[in-house]
DNA sequence: GCGATTGTCAACCACTTGGTTTCATGTTTC
DNA sequence: GAAACATGAAACCAAGTGGTTGACAATCGC
């Protein structure tokens, strides 16, 4: 009914929200939109030591969220977007959710709040009673 | 130049992100779409005890997921889908990278070996001499 | 009132995260 | 060849995660 173009138990998914769940990795993330940067680069605005940087980095690369490419001795890091992709088509199946179809569940409670009858979860009914 | 619309150093979106980077909590939210459930609900199908399933309930309440509403003995849990739709605002400032843009650093990146002048990074000039 | 249901809390555990510092390694420059 | 540069790797640490178990409290149905 829901989601049916990412499944649910989808480990490409846990690496990729929990990349982007440090603010650090997504200041990379931004840093790497529209063109390719170093690892000195990426890691100089982020007011932590290099190695923090270079490890908030391979965590995107898990995620496949950032792909290296070795040129002598600098590390050119570029966005891979792909899974970002992915994770909006996730996001996508909650829409409708947000968009208002949450408003029919108010409805459908408000409902059952004014008839008694209609047996479904016996603790709303109970709700319904208490308020009245 | 890009999320303009959702701020990078955002706690919110780093609970939200968090609170979406595990299985569990992924399925309860799709089990949250549609109609309110208590715990027992929410934690029955999810192979785990009920502890370690609430606590994961409390992660999404932190992140605004969830808000949890108590009746008499159980605690009705309902989806929150505003922050869903910030996070989603946020993945959307990327869609562009996602949708080709990044064809235009190929194109960058090519015109940049054909022409060893224009004084970009160093390094790629470096990697242009390289390959010629 | 009793027993079953629903859920909390605290303690505990193994593992991960996010950060540091220090030292080592390959690369470029002069 | 030496110095400066870009990065890796290892050891370490504090805090957080994800899970368990066991004891406890409130509430509902009978």
Redesign the pocket.
Known sequence: MLNHMVPDRAPGLDRVF?AL??P?RRAILRQLCGRER???ELASPLN?????A???VR?LERARLVR?RI?????LCRLQPKPLAQANTWLEGYRKVWEGNFQRLDALLNELKSDPNPTPH?SVR?QAKRQA
């Open positions: 929990h769940a440090h650090a170093n690892l000195s932590m030591s290099f190695p923090a270079t490890k908030h965590v290296r040129v002598g001795r600098t590390h016996a109970r």
